[in-house]
C-alpha cells in the first residue's frame, strides 16, 4: 500500500526480481491500460484546445489594438509632432497590450483555480440545470472530476500566452510608431 500510486516501478522493481519467471506481476496501469490511454488522449486534445483559445485570445489582442492604432491616428500623430519619438509610440502600444494580456493570464489564472477548487460544485450545478447525470461514478470507474494541477504546465500555458500576447501587440505598435504625422495632420 503506497501513498503515491506514481511510483509503482519502484515499489515493484525488488518484486520482480523475487518473482522472476514463476509469475507475473501486474499493476494498476497494466490493469487499466485502457481507460490511461484514454488520458492520455484527452491530455494531448485538451492542449491542443487551449492552444486555440490562447491564439484566438491573441488574436483578439491584436485586432483591438489595430482599432484603436486606427482610432487615434490624430492623437499619435499629434504627439509625434510634438517631440515623441517612434520609441516611445511603440513602447506606449506594447506597453498597452502587455498590460491586457498579463491581466488576461491573471483573470484566467484566477478563474481556473476556482474552477478545480470547486469543480465537484460545478459538475453537480451543470446536472442540476441539464437534468442529466454528467458524471456517473459507475461509468466512470471514479466517485468523483480528478485533478491535479501540474505547476510546470501552469507555467508553460502563462509563458505561451504572455509571448503570444507580447507579439501580438508588435504589429499594432509598429504601425503606431510608422505614423507619419505630415500625412495624418495635412487634411486637418
Do not use: H
Not at 496501469?29 to 491564439?55: F, G, H, K, P, Q
Not at 502563462?158 to 500576447?165: D, E, G, M
Amino acid at each position: 500500500d503506497t501513498d503515491d500510486p506514481d511510483r509503482v516501478d519502484q515499489i515493484l522493481a525488488p518484486l520482480e526480481k523475487t518473482i522472476g519467471d514463476k509469475g507475473q506481476l501486474v499493476d494498476w496501469r497494466m490493469m487499466n491500460s485502457e481507460l490511461c490511454e484514454a488520458l492520455a488522449v484527452d491530455r494531448v486534445v485538451t492542449a491542443t484546445v487551449l492552444s486555440l483559445i490562447i491564439l484566438v485570445a491573441a488574436f483578439n489582442i491584436l485586432s483591438s489594438l489595430i482599432m484603436l492604432v486606427r482610432a487615434k491616428t490624430r492623437d499619435i500623430a499629434i504627439l509625434r509632432t510634438m517631440g515623441a519619438t517612434r520609441g516611445s509610440m511603440l513602447r506606449i502600444f506594447i506597453t498597452v497590450g502587455t498590460t491586457i494580456g498579463t491581466m488576461g493570464i491573471g483573470a484566467g489564472l484566477v478563474l481556473a483555480a476556482i474552477f478545480i477548487a470547486f469543480r465537484q460544485q460545478v459538475v453537480s450545478f451543470i446536472g442540476l440545470v441539464t437534468g442529466q447525470n454528467i458524471w456517473d461514478p459507475q461509468m466512470r470507474f471514479l466517485s468523483e472530476l480528478p485533478a491535479k494541477t501540474d505547476p510546470w504546465e501552469v507555467f508553460g500555458v502563462v509563458v505561451t500566452a504572455f509571448i503570444l500576447t507580447f507579439l501580438a501587440t508588435l504589429i499594432p505598435a509598429f504601425r503606431a510608431a510608422g505614423t507619419d504625422p505630415v500625412q495624418v495632420l495635412r487634411y486637418e
